[in-house]
């Protein structure tokens, strides 16, 4: 059997794909070789330089051993390190090539025992031999680096990548090792900067954590303000196992949202013998609790590589083989600690958002008036708002008022039942009764007026833009108010729209190519005891009554009366246009008079669009001014909806 050097191509120029997993790699090497500092510097993003103080390498260790694609240092008995007696991370003897991933040209310098050599390496080179039959590439020789005294220097040039930026870089870095720091005697830094756990930005972030073992106490450096304990004990086929680390959760889900690398870190990753094995185990499960949101942690589970047993990972290095029983029975033991998180979680949450919602002046003194039986209810609502997975504070403020009105409907509808009770010479019990629905009602309207406001500013913005037609049709058709304030919800039966439709239809196929090209579109509506037929023209349509304006209308109001009849009702419909422009004859008012007067002998008007929403805008807006002085239970909600946001609390 011969290999061919093709094997590299697949082994190590398209193997990892990202600047920091291959630079991962470089430094797993460094841990290897007995480093106490790893140096990495950039240079414009062209040129990055991995040094470390280890034991470096002879000419015969870089030919035999750095050189030797596949060589497996702990089959040859190269378990531990020398120096420190760490536990080696390598296994494959493929990291090396990683850095053909990410550099076109590999320069390694290095030093041992006073022996100080240096060798190139290019990719262009390497595909160059790949060509030929199987053979030796030979990397070539270059001059020994003068200022290196011990270990070894790698400098990759030429980048692939064509941007990176190092605040990112140095963020991964640190979450793919859990042995950096100066507790380990192993120091990395990226352009001068210490790499330090705290790099990994979510370890601020955590508001609890779980803690496998006491002895992960010492190696855990979050910030949570509680602690909690899990069992580091994982058993497999009869063997126990022990794990360390922790699961965390966080405040709030944008917490785990990394901006500038684009990275998800709601993740669970497994760390084995002080490296990334796994970058995440928590989306191997199909979990859709809200907790599952918050979480992010780290599991670190040696027994998943020892020494005498088969090697785990994939040919990256970067996941788990996922049928090995061993990460099977790692997999089965997170879940079971997820269980555990949730549940604790989800009671801390509830405590929380009750104690949240109570820090609100406003809802503090409602619940001092609510019915003794409804506070507790009432309280655990609120608990409940608080675990929902919300970053925009106001969200959490209308769930808040929401809680407060269901609660306000809830206790009148108790007044009610207790209406048989109340003494009818009673007259303080029967006005409170009939008070608290007016402040139902009033509220509601006052709820309702804004929103309808809201939609007029929407509708104004699109009408602006004379652009988004459909958009148009979608918001008059579905809020007949804007035509008339006293038309509430549409109210057709679908038998009815259909008959109506398939009648308009009818005319509509009749009207010739410039008539049909003028109409955005036409519906029937049934609304305040009336039928609609609502027509809209295109904003930019010069119309004119008294010629085709007026015949088209006349066909969609024959058509609508034959329909109506047929369905066994007498009723007259109500045809409404809606006009970008007024007709060019309304200049003069007397024609325009005589025109207003024909439309309204057979139930037809013409509105424009900018009139829709200046007449809305004013009778909703008059609502609003004329209410000011709201009610009491309005005055209540607005001080939850202004409440200030540090009283909201944690998403």
Known sequence: MQVSLSALKHLGIGLY???PAALAEAVANAWDADAEHVKIRTDSGRTITI????????VSDANEKYLCV???????????????DRPVMGRKGIGKLSMFSIANTVTVHSVKNGESHGFEMKVKDIKSALRGKPSAYNPISVEAAGDLKAGTRITLTDIKPKKFYPKPLKRRLARKFSIIGSRNKFEVTLNGAPITAEDRDYLKNLQYAWLFGENSRSEFSGSASKTFGLDPEVNMDGITERVSGWIGTVEKPSQ??????????????????????????????????????YVVGEIRADFLDRDDMEDITTTGRQMIVEDDPRYEALKEKT?????????????????????????IPAIREWLGGLPPRHVNPAKKIFGRINTLALDNDDMKRQLFVSGVLAFENLRFKDMLERLDDIDISNLKAVTD???????LEADAYHRITKNRLGVIETFSSIRDQNAKEQLIKELLFKHP???????????ATEAMESTMRKALNGVINGLTREENDSRLDIQYRTTGNKHLIIELKRPETSTNVAGSLLAQLKKYKNAATEALRESDRNESPEIICVLGKHPKSWENSEERGEDERVLEAFGARIVLYDQLIENAQEAYGDYIKKHEETTKLAALIDKISKADRGAIGPS
């Open 433 to 439: 009764l009939f008070a608290q629905a007016d402040d």
């Open 17 to 19: 794909s990202s600047i």
């Open 70 to 84: 596949g060589y497996a240092r702990r089959e040859v008995g190269e378990t531990r390190t020398g120096r420190h």
């Open 335 to 359: 879940w079971r600690d997820l269980k555990i998180v949730q549940s604790k979680w989800k009671e801390l949450r509830n405590e929380e958002g009750a104690k949240v919602a109570l820090e």
């Open 481 to 491: 108010w804007l035509l008339d304030p006293a038309w509430e919800r549409v109210t």
């Open 256 to 293: 785990l949202k990394d901006d500038v690398g684009g990275e998800n870190l709601n993740q669970i990753a497994i760390m084995s013998r002080g490296k990334m094995a796994q970058e995440d185990v928590l989306g191997s499960f199909e979990e859709g609790g809200v907790y599952s949101k």
């Open 51 to 58: 040094e470390d103080d280890g034991s470096g390498m002879t």
